[in-house]
C-alpha cells in the first residue's frame, strides 16, 4: 500500500504588513536610546532574518552612540564556547533564517558565529579598544545596508 502526504502549504503572513512603518520598541524608562532615531525611515520586512538584522543593527547604533571614543561594541552571545564575548567587526544576514556575526575572540582571533533568527540572543557590551587603531563604529554602516535594502513604499 502506498501512502501519500500532502505537505501542507507554507505559513505566509499578511502581505499589508510589509512596508509598514516598524512598530515602537518598548524601552525601560531611563534607557538612553533614543527609540526615534531607531526607527527613524525602517520598514517591517517578509524575510525574517532581514528583519531581525534591521533592529539588531538600529540597536547596535544606538548601543554605540553612548559609548566613549575608546571603546567599542563587543557581544557576549549565548550557546558561544568559552566566555562567549566577541568584538563585533560585521554582522550580516542569509536569509530567510539565518544572522551572521563576525569579529574576533578575546585572543584576536577571527571568528563567525552563525545563527538562526529565532536563536539570537546577544548582550551588548563595551570592549577597549586595541591601541593601535581609531575604535571601530559599525552601526553607521549596518544603517547604510539596512537603508540600502528598505522596501519602497
Known sequence: MTVISKTPPPVKADPNLFGAPCPQPVMPV????DT???MQGVQMRDNPAEWAFVRLSKMI???????????????SLVGVPGDGTMRIEDV??????????FGKNGDGKPVRLIQHYGQ??????????PEDRPARRIGFQLSEL???TNPKP
Open 120 to 129: 539570537i540572543n546577544v548582550m551588548l557590551s563595551v570592549a577597549k579598544k
Open 92 to 101: 550580516g544576514f542569509w536569509g530567510p533564517d539565518l544572522i551572521l556575526f
Open 61 to 75: 547604533e544606538a548601543f554605540e552612540a553612548g559609548i566613549d571614543k575608546d571603546e567599542e561594541v563587543a557581544a
Open 30 to 33: 531611563g534607557v538612553p536610546e
Open 146 to 148: 539596512v537603508e540600502k
Open 36 to 38: 526615534a532615531a531607531m
